[in-house]
């Protein structure tokens, strides 16, 4: 596979290489990372020609944003695309010196406030550009609107309605109108709040996470034909389900953000046996696999070192056989009807 052949996002005008840039690890989520491994890390990927990034509020609690301007505002705008998120802003904590958030090892001290309104997403975007020291984007996502992060099916129909009454998707409509932005995306954590989107709202493409990777393909059943039929685009976030399908089963392995259950590391076991057979890593396979469907436009993994970023490229660019793929079909360890990428 090429990394930088791109790839037209639904029916915009937007195209975005086959492999980009996840920030979220720039985020420092589970370890933290020096300022100069993080900008030996972008000069990396952006020497050997990765041109797409993403980004957001969220990651880091703005300081993957900070990262990636920091190395990005030296490039000629024209040559990459950007893609960050809405639907959280951030403030200074009431209390400064009790302040803590646990869930970024190194996220910056401020608290994170979700706002679907028209105002909320526009302050959103603006202290997006702030932080990434750049006056425009590509494309912006609706962030993380979903049961996880607003508790309940109740949670996500006031959020929703945040949205859609409160003026927060007319306002992303008119930035794309104006020609501020190129495209609208959702970004998804469960698939069967895909149909939701699409019966209400106009958008150009999914941020697909956990839905779509080598282990878990529910969104196959009826999210992706629909967005076939919308004419909606994906992008594959999350390809290595948080980490076991690049580690593989050692040393306590995280699935979905959590420790891997017993099933699940039988099942990734399996697939290792079958890829060493074919020689083949399974972080490989896990990076390859989305573009076996015709929906799929681009994968982004996460990278903090420059030696992950050489890593995805050569993962991505190595020669998989068909029979791979066959085998894991055969042993069940992917359904008949799954597409798959073809050597």
Known sequence: ?????????????????????GGGTLGDPDVVVTERQSLDTLAEAYGKGIRFYDTAPWYGIGKSEHRLGSSLRE???????????????????????????????????????FDYTAKGLERSYRESLLRL????????????????FHGSMEGVDARFKELMDGGGYDYLKSLKESG????????INFSDLMPRFLEYCDID????????TLLDQPVLEESFPLCEKHGVSVISGAVFASGILATGVKNNPLYGYQPAEDEIVSR????????????VPLGAAALQFPHGHPLVNSVIPGMNSPEIVQTNLEWFQLDIPNDLWAELKAEGLLGADVPTPKA
């Not at 076991?269 to 074919?278: G, S």
């Open 1 to 21: 596979m090429s990394p930088l052949k791109t790839n037209r996002i639904g029916k915009t005008e937007l195209e975005v290489p086959s492999l980009g840039f």
């Open 205 to 212: 493409f999914f941020l697909v996470a956990m839905p779509y």
């Open 268 to 279: 990734v076991r399996a697939m290792e046996r079958i890829c060493d057979r074919y020689d």
């Open 75 to 113: 490039q000629p705008r024209a040559d990459f695309v950007l893609n960050t998120k809405v639907g959280r802003y951030l403030t200074r904590p009431s209390d400064v010196e009790t302040f803590g958030q646990g869930r970024w090892a190194g996220g910056l001290p401020f608290e994170v406030n």
């Open 180 to 187: 501020e932005i190129k495209a609208i995306g959702v970004g």
């Open 133 to 148: 020291s750049l006056n425009r984007v590509d494309s912006l996502v609706i962030h993380d609107l979903d049961y996880k």
